[in-house]
């Protein structure tokens, strides 16, 4: 019970540390880093350098649309201030293109997990709709 205790405490101590800022900042980061992930295997498909499997593929699909669908909760109402993050003030001043630009690269996601492309020639359109949407929106709302 002492050890169940202290370990609550211990968790305590450790998790008060980071403010909900710095949680909103890392689950954008998480987010994108699992689409990230998502890509690199299917990008190489795509361009047939790995043979095409439609079942990776469309558990890739999922895994970025699970990724994707809360990444708009972790903005806050107001910017953060004097924290390391990419976002650009653009997402605070732009609020309704920054959603419709996160609407659209979801929208082109679902599109491509229920065509369930089986083969390499109708999986590689679908791919290039969703990887079209990284750059529009990066170079609005990210900073680099
Ligand atoms: C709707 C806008 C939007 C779309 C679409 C989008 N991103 Fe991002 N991405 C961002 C923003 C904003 C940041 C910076 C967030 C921050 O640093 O707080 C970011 C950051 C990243 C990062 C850096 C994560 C880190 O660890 O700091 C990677 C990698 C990334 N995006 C990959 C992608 C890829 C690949 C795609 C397309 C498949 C994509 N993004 C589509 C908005 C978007």
């Given at each position: 019970?002492?050890?169940?205790?202290?370990?609550?405490?211990?968790?305590?101590?450790?998790?008060?540390?980071?403010?909900?800022?710095?949680?909103?900042?890392?689950?954008?980061?998480?987010?994108?880093?699992?689409?990230?992930?998502?890509?690199?295997?299917?990008?190489?498909?795509?361009?047939?350098?790995?043979?095409?499997?439609?079942?990776?593929?469309?558990?890739?699909?999922?895994?970025?649309?699970?990724?994707?669908?809360?990444?708009?909760?972790?903005?806050?109402?107001?910017?953060?201030?004097?924290?390391?993050?990419?976002?650009?003030?653009?997402?605070?001043?732009?609020?309704?293109g920054?959603?419709?630009?996160?609407?659209?690269?979801?929208?082109?996601?679902?599109?491509?997990?229920?065509?369930?492309?089986?083969?390499?020639?109708d999986?590689?359109?679908?791919?290039?709709?969703?990887?079209?949407?990284?750059?529009?929106?990066?170079?609005v709302?990210?900073?680099?």
């Amino acid at each position: 019970m002492k050890v169940f205790l202290l370990s609550i405490f211990i968790t305590a101590i450790f998790s008060l540390p980071i403010s909900s800022a710095e949680q909103d900042i890392k689950n954008r980061q998480n987010a994108m880093q699992q689409v990230r992930e998502s890509i690199k295997v299917l990008f190489p498909m795509a361009k047939g350098k790995t043979e095409y499997d439609d079942f990776v593929a469309i558990s890739m699909l999922e895994q970025m649309l699970s990724a994707a669908t809360p990444y708009g909760s972790y903005f806050p109402k107001e910017p953060e201030v004097g924290v390391m993050s990419e976002a650009a003030e653009t997402i605070w001043t732009d609020r309704s293109g920054f959603e419709k630009a996160l609407a659209k690269f979801l929208t082109d996601i679902e599109a491509a997990v229920s065509a369930e492309p089986e083969n390499l020639d109708d999986f590689k359109p679908l791919l290039a709709d969703i990887t079209s949407n990284c750059q529009s929106c990066h170079q609005v709302y990210r900073m680099k």
